[in-house]
Each structure stands twice: as structure tokens, then as C-alpha cells.
């Protein structure tokens, strides 16, 4: 059974419970716990877990009340039963929002049931997860997209940044920990560990390469999961970058985030000292926060998501751009496409920059790719996949991945070769200009042809047929669960 099958599976269940008043959100929560038993046993690690409650002492108990009264227990007491940091981080205050015996039973047999051992891919188990994250976020009643990044984004910024060993990378809002998976996959792709390093440079790929921080409970519980599927230890803290807590993330190699959208609840600015300017803008003081975090001997360098207005807004806003330019080479800045995250009609854009050796005149010229305008409506008709990026990522490089663009690319960035694109959609605008405009970021737009033409109705007959693909999928989820039920 392929990971994708296994995860439909998975989350087919929650469509058992909803009598037992549990919502898609609480379910993966509850995935997460019973799940972790299973996959300790899969994956080698059981020993971690105190022997009372290991996964065959579940599916070894013939009364159903008592494997239930087990399990509660053990979400309120293993955090204090095992020594292992990350098990003791998922079960952190953990409780049940099952009420009904019967229905733990089912998830448990239906997850012992599945065939685990077919597929050989090493981080199958992490794929099964990430596919069930995916869904939750997905599913727009749970909430749960305002902290997931589409993969293809994920992926394609990853690729461009090209981490190498021996770095330290770090997402300071990192949610379910995707980027940093990402890295962490993007590496082990190149590199097989066995053979290229020591056990101590292991050590650290596992444990010190990769670190986040996320202020949500849940999100926080759902990435040290992830990581751990994954094979990594890494260190993800509970709390705000924001507050003090973020003054001591610094000195890293790289950087991938996508901060969190809106202002600080009730309007606060952040609890820190060391930030030259502080705003009630999230999204300007995690720039700010991301680019003060970078190490200063002109490799660090970083790709951050964030929505247009942080392109423009006045006041704080203005003085940290030009406070971004002055100490990084803030050298492109992809104008992504609207509808390609669930919160519907957010405009976002990927700033990518470097670090400088010292923090004057660092960027000359920033280069604007607009995959936003006339550009096709993403969705069940046209998915959104790493595919779209070719043409960003040819004039990204300079060309040089022209060829196989979508194999390999690590982004050694050609100026004199970006300099020769003829795209209509990729422009260089001086620093000059930008100053003039009071260093409004606003810009590398094309012209838009629906503005022109007022009879053009292809975006919402798109938008119409997508809506029609997504009910066609849900009617056949339902006949398919309706199926199983007889």
C-alpha cells in the first residue's frame, strides 16, 4: 500500500468519530498520539516508550473500556515516565477529545491493520504524515492552513537557497516544521550519510542543522512529530520570536519562513530590545527579526514569504526595507500568485537576500519575477506544482539551469547571465529608483490584460470548474466511504 493510500485511509477514519463529536483538527491531534505508539514500534523506537504502554498492550486488550481507560492514562502520565525529550514534547499536556471506548478501538485496529512494512522509502512514515498535515489544512473548517506553505513553494525555495552540511538553518514561525523537513529531505537527496560523514557530523545534521520556533500548542506538537518521522532530533521551541526568547536565534547560515499573517492581539509591539525598530506589524518585525539573525560573513543568506503590504507600508515599514537593504544584497523578489494558499486572496511575495560582511549599501539592484499577473487560476484543474516555477527559477539562476531545469537546480546565482533573460515578466529595478519611491517595494508588476479587456471571464469560469472538481472529489470520497461501510 502506497503512503498516499495509507493516509486517504487515516483520514477516512475521521469521518467514523464525527459522532463521537471530534472536528478534522482534533482528529490529527488524536492521529498524532495513537499514531506515535504504532510508528515507534514500525520505526524501531518502542524502548522510548515505558513498556505499560507500548502498541501491543492496545491490541492485545480484549475489553474495549479497558484499553480506553489505559490510553488516558498514558497521555497523562508518560511525559513523566520516559526519558526522551521529544516524547515528553508531544505529550506535553496531552488529553483525549474521544469519549466513546468503541471509537478508540477502531482507530486502533484500523491503523494496526495497515500494511506499514510494504513501501522501503526511509521517511515513508514522514510522507504518511506530511500527506495527513496536508489535509487538515486542507479541510477549511480545522483552521489549520494559515500555518501550512504549499510544498511546491516550500520545495522550490529550499532548492534555490541550496543548503549545504555543516550549516545551521532556522524557520522562526515554522508551524508543522516544512521548510526545515524540506532542507533536511533536500540534503539527504545529495549526500548518503553513511558514507559521507563521520558519526559526530551526523550528530549534528540530526540534532543542530535545523530549529524552529512556533507559538501555537498544537502546531508545535504536529512539528515535533513531523520531525521525528522524519529521523530528526531537532530542537523547536514553544514560545514567540517575538519576546526575548528570539534574541538569542542568531548566527545561522540560512533562514526559510513564512511568518505568520496580521498584527500582535490588541495591537502589541513586540517584547524585544535588540530590534532597531519595532512595529505592531508581524510580518515587519519577523523580517526584521530574520535578517538581524543571519550570520555576517556574507553567506547568510534567507527566503521569506510575506504579503504585499509589507512591500509598502509607510513609517516602520519603510525604515526596516531600508534598513533590509542597507545590511543584506536584497537581491530578488518573486511576486507569487494569488489563490495558492487557503486563505483565499492573500497576495504574497518570496523575498530572498543576503546577508553582508558589513551592514552599508549591500543592494544596488533588485530583480522582480511577476508570476502573479494573467497568470491561470491554480486549483483542481491546474495544480499547483514545482513545475510552474521554471521560467522563475531559469531567470532567478541566470539561465544556467535552462537545459534541466526541474532536475537539479542549486542556485548559484549568474548577475551578468540574469542581466541577458528575455522574460516580460522578470525586471531589474536600481536602488536609485527604489529610494525615489520612498523605498516602496511595490513594484516589477506587468501590465494586466483583463484590465484591458473587460469582457475576459476566464478566471471565474476557472474558479466555477474548480469548485465543480471539488465537489466531483468529495461525492467519490463519500460513495468510497459508503462503499466500506457495507
Known sequence: MSAQEIANKLWNLCNVLRDDGVTYHQYLNELTYILFLKLSEVKGFAEQIPEEYRWAKFTEETDNIEAFRLYREFLATVSSKTDSASIKDIYTNASTTLTKPVNFNTLVKAIDDLDWYEESDRDVMGDIYESLLEKNAGEKKSGAGQYFTPRPLINVMVKLMAPKLGEKWNDPACGTFGFMISADHYLKEKYDYRYTLNADQIKFQEEKAFSGVELVGDAHRLALMNARLHGMESTIYLGDTLTS?????????????????????????????????????????????????????????????????????????????????????????????????????VKTNVLFFTRGKNDEANTQNVWFYDMRTNMPSFGKRTPFTEKAFEDFITAYTGGICADDVMKNYEAEIDEEKRKTITDERWQCISLAEIEKKNYSLDLGLIADSSLSNSEDLGEPIDIAKDALAELQSITEQLNAMIKELN
Open 245 to 345: 526568547l528570539g534574541e538569542n536565534l542568531k548566527g545561522y547560515n540560512g533562514v526559510l519562513a513564512n511568518p505568520p499573517f496580521g498584527t500582535k492581539k490588541g495591537g502589541e509591539k513586540p517584547t524585544r530590545n535588540d530590534l532597531k525598530y519595532v512595529s505592531s506589524n508581524k510580518q515587519l518585525n519577523f523580517l526584521q527579526h530574520i535578517y538581524r539573525s543571519l550570520i555576517t560573513d556574507g553567506t547568510g543568506r534567507a527566503a521569506v514569504v510575506l504579503p504585499d503590504n509589507v512591500l509598502f507600508e509607510d513609517g516602520d515599514g519603510q525604515r526596516i526595507r531600508k534598513d533590509l537593504m542597507e545590511k543584506c544584497n536584497l537581491h530578488t523578489i518573486l511576486r507569487l500568485p494569488t489563490g495558492i494558499f487557503y486563505a483565499a486572496g
